[in-house]
């Protein structure tokens, strides 16, 4: 027996005599994979119920329809995945959540990257959208579809229920998971491949093609801020700011006026503005002004990131090891491929569906 635990110590000892990390690291990623697994497996039985079960709900008021959107996003996109993700991470919970939601250090200053980040997402989203172009009349347009990320809320009792999903719910439970659970998992191994790896994570949970390079750029900014500041509180709060700007451009969207002005000035009129088309234009512009403000900020940030580096985990791990071994990690080689149809054929998803039709119907 002896001999045994010396031979395994030997093995997972480097040359210098310290314990080597890779082997933790192997597993760490295995961790990860397997988490995402369950994160699109669980997305596509969401896709498949809420698709069977629509005619049952069909004739429901606008806000009970929001409502049961809300609560099942929160429970298949968020309570599910992050239950699963504690046990399979193996998450010490009670030191895990002490840590992540300790007093942040430099909290205003910390504020004040989220301009910077706005502009830069804002940036990546615009070539998303030119690059999609090029993918009219394919099988994956949709992916590239900037409407996706629009949510038009018919009245204001949804508009309510929408703004505490956007502002409040989806801020709270993604920062626990992302820049909580999934960064702290990952930070042995280096702070710079912790937030890449949790920023990238993040963009695919979005599963569409238009919104992961914008979310996963917002992902890395917001670990970036999480491992800076060493608590999740500040990236809650800059989320939530992200999530503002989103629902409200959506609000401003849902109303009848703004839509009829919008189609109205497609279609080569002139027509009235409403107080409420002012607003949205007056918002608009605010809005963009913002983004290209933001987007300079970030610019000069990058151009001096030397002086915002993260510190350093000293690891016997070479950074290029590191991608390897994630990359070649067999759950999440399944787990790339899922989110690769999810974001753009939906294969798995549309043949279980036919086949549960063929079954039932």
């Known amino acids: 027996m002896s001999e045994e635990i010396n031979e395994e110590v030997i093995e997972n000892t480097d040359n210098t005599g310290r314990e080597s990390l890779l082997p933790d690291f192997k597993r760490a990623c295995l961790r990860i994979g397997a988490m995402m697994i369950v994160v699109f497996a669980v997305r596509c039985v969401s896709t498949i119920l809420l698709s069977l079960t629509k005619p049952l709900y069909n004739d429901?008021?606008?806000?009970?329809?929001?409502?049961?959107?809300?609560v099942a996003s929160i429970v298949f996109l968020n309570v599910i995945p992050i239950t699963a993700g504690i046990f399979i991470l193996k998450f010490p919970l009670k030191s895990g959540v002490?840590?992540?939601?300790?007093?942040?250090?430099?909290f205003g200053r910390a504020l004040g990257i989220f301009p910077a980040g706005y502009g830069l997402a804002m940036a990546v989203g615009i070539i998303t959208v030119l690059v999609g172009m090029l993918f009219k009349n394919t099988s994956?347009?949709?992916?590239?579809?900037?409407?996706?990320?629009?949510?038009i809320v018919p009245d204001m009792q949804s508009a309510v229920v929408w703004f505490i999903h956007a502002v409040i719910a989806a801020p709270l439970f993604e920062e626990f998971w992302f820049r909580g659970m999934v960064l702290q998992t990952l930070k042995p191994y280096g702070n710079g491949f912790a937030i890449f790896v949790s920023g990238i994570l993040f963009g695919l949970t979005?599963?569409?093609?238009?919104?992961?390079?914008?979310?996963?750029?917002?992902?890395?900014?917001?670990?970036?801020?999480?491992?800076?500041?060493?608590?999740?509180?500040t990236t809650t709060v800059i989320h939530a700011m992200f999530n503002f700007i989103a629902a409200t451009s959506s609000l401003f969207l849902s109303n009848s006026s703004v839509q009829d002005y919008i189609l109205e000035i497609a279609?080569?009129?002139?027509?009235?503005?409403?107080?409420?088309?002012?607003?949205?234009?007056?918002?608009?512009?605010?809005?963009?002004l913002?983004?290209?403000?933001?987007?300079?900020?970030?610019?000069?940030k990058l151009a001096h990131i030397k002086?915002?580096?993260?510190p350093k985990v000293q690891t016997e791990i070479s950074t290029g090891k590191r991608w390897g071994v994630f990359l070649l990690c067999p759950t999440v080689i399944v787990m790339l491929l899922m989110a690769f149809d999810t974001m753009t054929f939906l294969f798995v998803?549309?043949?279980?569906?036919?086949?549960?039709v063929g079954i039932f119907y």
Do not use: C, D
């Open 60 to 70: 429901w008021s606008n806000v009970a329809k929001q409502l049961l959107e809300m």
């Open 206 to 233: 979005h599963a569409n093609l238009q919104q992961f390079f914008f979310t996963s750029v917002i992902g890395i900014v917001l670990g970036y801020v999480a491992v800076q500041t060493g608590s999740i509180i």
């Open 307 to 310: 002086r915002y580096r993260v």
């Open 290 to 300: 913002f983004a290209v403000i933001g987007f300079i900020m970030g610019i000069i």
């Open 349 to 356: 998803t549309k043949k279980i569906m036919e086949l549960i």
């Open 267 to 288: 279609m080569g009129n002139n027509p009235e503005k409403s107080p409420v088309v002012v607003a949205y234009i007056i918002w608009s512009v605010a809005v963009m």
């Open 140 to 151: 994956i347009e949709e992916s590239f579809n900037v409407t996706r990320n629009i949510v």
């Open 98 to 106: 002490k840590a992540m939601y300790s007093k942040p250090r430099y």
